[in-house]
């Protein structure tokens, strides 16, 4: 298959290189000025859970086509795209009119109705996921992981043709695909998770500072217990873990990610550890929720007060 990854940030990077290796051919698509930048070759520092724990990190100069325009007479038969929430928008825009017959991976979080995220590329050529995957970029090295499971989902009640072409894409380069039915609150579930991660690290100053501390760490768990009510008025279904985190104590919460998920030699305490992803639109969209419901959200209010101050 002949991949273009829409980007060159660590998430497309590193599943690029995971299906390079697989026997795929990937090439980057970058705005204007910015082939220079990057170069020919990207560093790789990634830690890869497919394999075992004595073979996980690879280290690795990995040689990389980029370009910085999309023909219209292209012959990609996957468009990957991996974007901030607020840049789905603009890169829609610019996809649109230049996708051609290729399917278009959406792979991101996003607040809003994915369907309407996606408007005007086709949806019987889209395709919808989330990342097992994370980092950062420092300089031209990516310091990041790629978890077994990745996830799908799906906008009909049996996947399309091209769902399952994509699927089995991930799944034969030794990836655990994770299909959801409901994606949409799915999506809003996590999206709320990460809002209150935001929320933590517009106080403390970094991600690596909040999974270093049980405080912070607890602070996510209250910031979550103020965001349900906006799930609930949405009509969202609460998954299984933000259900768990409207009924337990903050600071048992705080202890258990601290010594067991960010534990110094876990996979998630050095994912977050080089996450420098810029703070706050995530925040910003649950505020606006919160007004336009009328639920009184105090935590939620005073991190826009750090948003303003950035």
Same mark, same amino acid.
């Given at each position: 298959?002949?991949?273009?990854?829409?980007?060159?940030?660590?998430?497309?990077?590193?599943?690029?290189?995971?299906?390079?290796?697989?026997? $795929?051919?990937?090439?980057?698509?970058?705005?204007?000025?910015?082939?220079?930048?990057?170069? %020919?070759?990207?560093?790789?520092?990634?830690? *890869?859970?497919?394999?075992?724990?004595? *073979?996980?990190?690879? /280290?690795?100069?990995?040689?990389?086509?980029?370009? =910085?325009?999309?023909?219209?007479?292209?012959? #990609? *038969?996957?468009?990957?795209? %991996?974007?901030?929430?607020?840049?789905?928008? %603009? %890169?829609?825009?610019?996809?649109?009119?230049?996708?051609?017959?290729?399917?278009?991976?959406?792979?991101?979080?996003?607040?809003?109705?994915?369907?309407?995220?996606?408007?005007?590329?086709?949806?019987?050529?889209?395709?919808?996921?989330?990342?097992?995957?994370?980092?950062?970029? =420092?300089?031209?090295?990516? #310091?990041?992981?790629? #978890?077994?499971?990745?996830?799908?989902?799906?906008?009909?009640?049996?996947?399309?043709?091209?769902?399952?072409?994509?699927?089995?894409?991930?799944? *034969?380069?030794?990836?655990?695909?994770?299909?959801?039915?409901?994606?949409?609150?799915?999506?809003?579930?996590?999206?709320?998770?990460?809002?209150?991660?935001?929320?933590?690290?517009?106080?403390?100053?970094?991600?690596?500072?909040?999974?270093?501390? /049980?405080?912070?760490?607890?602070?996510?768990?209250?910031?979550?217990?103020?965001?349900?009510?906006?799930?609930?008025?949405?009509?969202?279904?609460?998954?299984?873990?933000?259900?768990?985190?409207?009924?337990?104590?903050?600071?048992?919460?705080?202890?258990?990610?601290?010594?067991?998920?960010?534990?110094?030699?876990?996979?998630?305490?050095?994912?977050?550890?080089?996450? $420098?992803?810029?703070?706050?639109?995530?925040?910003?969209?649950?505020?606006?929720?919160?007004? /336009? #419901?009328?639920?009184?959200?105090?935590?939620?209010?005073?991190?826009?007060?750090?948003?303003?101050?950035?």
């Amino acid at each position: 298959m002949k991949i273009l990854f829409f980007g060159r940030g660590a998430i497309g990077t590193q599943y690029a290189w995971a299906l390079e290796k697989a026997g $795929h051919t990937v090439e980057f698509y970058v705005r204007e000025g910015r082939k220079a930048q990057y170069g %020919s070759h990207v560093n790789l520092e990634i830690l *890869d859970a497919r394999r075992g724990k004595k *073979d996980r990190l690879v /280290k690795e100069k990995w040689p990389i086509v980029i370009h =910085e325009d999309i023909p219209s007479n292209h012959n #990609y *038969d996957l468009i990957f795209v %991996s974007v901030n929430p607020e840049q789905i928008t %603009s %890169s829609v825009e610019y996809l649109a009119p230049r996708i051609g017959n290729a399917s278009v991976l959406f792979i991101g979080n996003f607040w809003r109705d994915i369907k309407q995220a996606a408007h005007p590329i086709p949806l019987n050529q889209v395709v919808w996921g989330f990342p097992g995957c994370g980092g950062g970029c =420092e300089g031209n090295t990516i #310091y990041g992981g790629l #978890y077994k499971t990745i996830n799908f989902g799906l906008f009909e009640s049996e996947p399309s043709a091209r769902d399952i072409e994509i699927h089995k894409l991930f799944a *034969d380069a030794g990836f655990k695909v994770a299909l959801h039915r409901d994606f949409q609150s799915w999506l809003m579930n996590h999206f709320v998770s990460n809002a209150a991660m935001e929320m933590e690290v517009l106080k403390s100053g970094s991600f690596e500072k909040v999974s270093m501390s /049980k405080e912070a760490l607890a602070g996510v768990n209250s910031n979550t217990k103020e965001m349900i009510p906006i799930l609930k008025a949405k009509g969202v279904r609460l998954d299984t873990l933000t259900k768990a985190m409207g009924v337990l104590p903050p600071r048992a919460v705080g202890s258990l990610m601290k010594n067991l998920v960010f534990s110094p030699n876990s996979m998630p305490f050095a994912l977050m550890k080089h996450n $420098h992803y810029k703070v706050g639109a995530a925040v910003q969209e649950i505020i606006s929720e919160a007004r /336009k #419901y009328n639920i009184q959200a105090p935590r939620l209010f005073e991190a826009e007060r750090l948003i303003t101050q950035k």
